[in-house]
């Protein structure tokens, strides 16, 4: 008999339920008793007590659904120590739901955050499993997180529809796709849908080059020009302030987002129309595609392995096509960013993609 805890975690994604199907299924086929206790809202279900009783019923019919059957939120690390609003010491309260309901094991569907919050869990004695969500697909020690695939797809439809209408009024277009901190999903969505300029955290932009791209497009007799931009995309200029000093800076933007400051830009320097679109969190709705339910249901799968070897304090994760166990301690803090030499952005160039950096 094992008594198994589950939560999902931080922002949701496509494949929470084909994930956590994954884990269950394995679990009941290996013909192991089960206790499923499932945790409401995230880390609150666990600091709180607040858990439904799940069986196998519970994980029909859920493959393709988006969303999370179990809820989720957001419990910052970075006030994990601060005591709560009924000023409870929030570790102490996990720790006791988790003894108080004799769990085996704790298995948390969770981002960068998340990843956090249960190495710190494992250390302080629980046996946890992770497995890797998100759209932004930016946890170190897995090559792909589930959520990014289906993401991918939605953004790239976005582009798609905006080229129709772009050509047509020969506009400048900013697609505004997620990610504050990586560029995976702008980088992927901007690749597949043929976005002339991309710009992403990890590479910060001169606006000299961004003009110069469109100039260029226009000298060729193109019409209009596409950018994908990410939500973190930042200047040369922006990129050499403090963390604090550039946080201000946001703060004061008159327009909501990086975005609207490049679309004004662009058009005073070019006097050309430009329009912004930002399709926000529909590219984390719906239901997951083929790939994440697939990808999904084998972290899944073999997350119930590790349960039933009783191997704990690992992360299920896919390097190098293959599914690994990837110790928790090793990922907690760790961000995987997208490096600006990557074959993958030298690739890009050689397709006449500009990343806003070029020098002209
Ligand atoms: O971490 C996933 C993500 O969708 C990011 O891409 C995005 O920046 C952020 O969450 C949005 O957070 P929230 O749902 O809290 O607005």
């Known amino acids: 008999m094992k008594r198994i805890g589950m939560l999902t975690s931080g922002g949701d994604c496509q494949a929470l339920n084909a994930a956590m199907r994954g884990v269950v299924k394995s679990l009941y086929n290996s013909g192991e008793e089960l206790e499923i206790f499932g945790f409401l809202s995230g880390y609150k279900g666990l600091i709180n007590s607040d858990f439904r009783m799940l069986t196998g019923a519970d994980f029909t019919g859920i493959l393709t659904k988006g969303g999370t059957i179990l809820g989720s939120s957001r419990v910052p690390f970075k006030t994990i120590d601060e005591p709560d609003e009924k000023g409870r010491n929030k570790i102490e309260c996990m720790k006791h739901t988790y003894y108080k309901l004799g769990l085996d094991c ?213 390097k190098d096509r293959e599914i690994v166990k990837v110790p928790l301690k090793d990922v907690a803090g760790k961000l995987k960013t997208v490096a600006p030499d990557a074959t993958i952005i030298k690739e890009a160039r050689m397709l006449g993609i500009s990343f806003g950096d070029e020098q002209v």
């Open 106 to 318: 704790l298995v948390v569907l969770g981002g960068n955050g998340s990843h956090k919050t249960a190495n710190r869990l494992r250390t302080e004695g629980l046996n946890v499993i992770t497995l890797p969500k998100t759209i932004d697909n930016d946890l170190w020690g897995t090559d792909m997180t589930f959520g990014f695939q289906s993401a991918v797809d939605i953004a790239t439809d976005v582009i798609d529809c905006i080229h129709t209408t772009a050509d047509s009024h020969g506009r400048v277009f900013i697609v505004e796709i997620m990610g504050h901190k990586t560029g995976w999903l702008t980088l992927n969505a901007g690749m597949a849908s043929g976005a002339d300029i991309i710009l992403i955290p990890e590479i910060p932009y001169n606006m000299k080059s961004i003009i110069s791209a469109i100039k260029k497009r226009e000298a060729r007799g193109s019409k209009f020009t596409i950018l994908a931009v990410a939500e973190g995309a930042i200047s040369d200029e922006d990129s050499k302030l403090s963390k604090k000093e550039y946080q201000k800076k946001l703060e004061k933007l008159k327009t909501p987002s990086v975005s609207y400051e490049v679309a004004q830009a662009i058009s005073e320097q070019t006097g050309l129309e430009v329009r912004v679109t930002v399709p926000g969190h529909m590219q984390r709705g719906g239901s997951p595609c083929p790939y994440d339910r697939v990808f999904a249901s084998r972290l899944g799968a073999e997350a119930g392995k590790l349960i039933l070897k009783g191997e704990y304090g690992f992360m299920v994760g896919y």
